[in-house]
């Protein structure tokens, strides 16, 4: 496959639910298009009802889209063949009670294919990779929420995909938890992983995205990398190091003398935050 086939495709996406007699029919999804590039972090942000699960499912082959495509890895989404390179961490992942962290593992391992010492030795290092080594011989029903997570996220790798899919994946994690689920997510990207993952903790967001695109109401309404995203236009942001007062005060003629000793560290567009950006956009929709 070409290097330059995106990750993930969603081609003029529309996703129309049927109604009944007393209630019409249901646009979720309204002609959305973007690109995930293979190796990036992309998250997909919007409020309650804006159309990221409808569009994350379509692109799983969870749902048919009424109009448009999607694809993976330049496969299409209703080809069952595609789903062998993803790995899929649910908002709520369920686990059976009863077994184990290492059995569960290796449950979801035989499941792909997986088996032998081959499967044991990568259910080790999954253990290892996501902290939950000392729980390996623990019953899942034991499990905080944060473990609950972190072993989601090692079945969901456990078969070495190239596209990781997250749903809210630190929604409900204590702050330790979450630390913990992002550092993880930036490995994965280290490794050369795809990830595509939706969140409404902002936040977070900001710190391990590439790109976002960000919906509502059916529609993207913002997309692009996040740091073109937050720029603010119309300004300019000088940092300088060891400025006096007196070249604060005379600051477009010192700094072009580089008087004073002080030296130009960057120079740029002001940021604003995912969270200001996000209510701009989905405001600029209601």
Known sequence: MSETVPAVSVRHLTKVFKGTLVKGSFTAVKDVSFEVQAGEVYGLIGPNGSGKSTTMKAILGLLAPTKG???????????????????????????????????????????????????????QDMLKLTGLESAADRRVGGFSKGM?????????????????????????????????????????????????????????????????????????????????????????????????????????????????GAKLLSSGKPRTTLERLFLEATDEKS
């Open 148 to 260: 609950l997570q972190r072993l989601g996220l090692a079945q969901a790798l456990i078969h070495d995909p190239r596209l990781l899919v997250l749903d809210e994946p630190t929604a409900g994690v204590d702050p330790a938890g979450s630390r913990k689920i992002r550092d993880l997510i930036l490995e994965m990207k280290q490794r050369g992983l795809t990830v595509l993952v939706t969140s409404h903790l902002l936040e977070q967001m900001q710190e391990v995205c590439d790109r976002v695109g960000i919906m509502a109401h059916g529609k993207m309404v913002r997309e692009g990398r996040l740091d073109d995203l937050t720029a603010v236009e119309n300004q300019t942001e000088i940092t300088l190091e060891n400025a006096s007062a007196a070249l604060l005060a005379q600051i477009e003629q010192l700094v072009k003398a580089n008087g004073g």
């Open 69 to 123: 495509e999607t694809s993976i890895f330049g496969k299409s989404s209703t080809d069952v063949a595609s789903r062998r390179d993803v790995g899929f961490l649910p908002e709520n992942p369920y686990f059976y009670k009863h077994l184990t962290g290492l059995e569960t593992l290796l449950f979801y391992g035989r499941l792909c294919g997986l088996g032998g010492q081959n499967l044991k030795d990568r259910a």
